[in-house]
């Protein structure tokens, strides 16, 4: 029990110190949110004209393609990317050495990092979402016209699905470092299958069937595509509980994959460092 | 003088070369994460014309894979032989690392670069992408294009000028690195930005193309070249936007040498 009570109480000095950390760098922060609002701007603009010379269509109005990459620029914001880079560096320059004597799990401590990355992205993003939503003529009534009864519980399953899955498919990119003398590669892949597979450049839905199939059985479709198609009503109820249960599994299997890595890594660390 | 930057340039490729053969597997993940990136690329670019009807902003889906493929050339060149030395520029200054660089009888950015490596693992991507603008080429070809010496001349004069536009836009981002303890965001704000290079300017509203031509010339990379060589342009509005990347990626420089001019030398690196 005394265990427990610790870590507890140092799971929430770190959570606080990693929040105290993120904030310190407004500069980086502020160059983040203005390169990634201009570089939004200019997708929606690209889809919006897309959408728009082409009255006959009627798989996304425009403005259901604005509303979709509004949400998308949140969900993708929340995402620390940085994380196996992280972790791998921690494994490489061997800080894992002297963080595994702490009283709490090294992977514990990552997990705290995303999560206050993503807590603190979350409040400084929102606010420009909410302007969005007041600024942008026809945003709300759009985002109102599609929203269905059952999200207020079902978009923050989506979320929590897909924020998981987020963490956890990084962490496992991270201790490749075990094995490997960089992560660098690994990771840079992952980027690449995140822009195609997560719906955060081009709206996921429109993937042809046999393409959603096999990105459905990815962690980066969860991680985007699945919680903002989910809040824009998108999905309909038995296409939401098949692919939550589907995202269950992905979340699970990742998480196996990370345990199996991790319990066989931390046999062959030599703590030496590079 | 020449022959001493060619001397360097040389120096820098060898070490470069004999680097990053070290760390072969960099090689395979490189092509592969490039692969998957252009597919994706492309992929969005056909998905958004086909919802758009198969034209968009009088652009024919060719046309916009064509504007997509010099984007790709240009995008590999940069990552190639620029990458490498300006965005490690944060990490230098952080970790005081840029002393050296700055006492070097060289401008700052030459002397960036020598002390830095070309990221000679992307070749085959960048010779990858080359083969993608020639598919490209020839597509426009059967659609009526033509193809001569003059205009493959000014496609390859304002493409050029867009290469400068990526490197001004990079010296944008990175240069506040010298202006604090610790700037990490710099290389994402890039990829961020010049990632709406690869549409055609005509999908934009007006005042985006205003801030995309003149402002941030982003259109300047991969768009006006193409809108240059399809003859949608005409000689004045194509000599206007020349001078534009141009002055653009020369205030650029005297930001970055501004900044660097700020230099304290005190950061903690820890």
Redesign the interface.
Known sequence: MADIRVLIRASAVHFGQCLQAALM?R???A??V???A??Y???I???Y???N??P??A??KPMALVLYFCLVSFHHGIQH?ASSRDIGSDIRLGKLSYSIVRPFPFLLQAGLRSVAFTLTYSLLLAPLVVAAFIFVPDLWTTFCAGILPGAVWQYPVAAAIGLTAGWLVRMVIGVLAFD???I???D??F???Y??ASGS???VD??PVWALGIVKWTPMYYMVGFPVLTLMGRLNPVQFQTEALQGCVVVTLTFVILALMWRRGIKVFEAIGI | MIKYYWNLFKRIAVISTSSMLMYRSNMVFFLLFESFFLVANLGGLILGVNLAGGHLGGWSLNEVLFVASIYGVSHQFFTTFFMGGLFSVGWFVWSGRMDYVLLKPLHPLISQHAASEFIISNTPNLLINIGVFIIFCLRVSDDGVTFTFLNLLILAAFSLAGLAVRYGIALVVVAPAFLAEKLAGGEDAYWALTSLAKYPTGVFPRVMQWIFTFLLPLASVAAIPAEVFFGKQSWTSAALYLGSALLFSWVAVKFYEFSASRYQSVNSGA
């Open positions: 760098y500069s980086a922060l160059i983040f203005v390169s990634e201009f570089a701007a200019g997708i603009a690209f889809w004209g897309a959408a010379s082409n006959n269509q798989f996304y990317h490997m003398a960089q660098w590669g690994p840079t892949c980027i690449a299958l822009y195609a450049v081009f709206p429109l993937l």
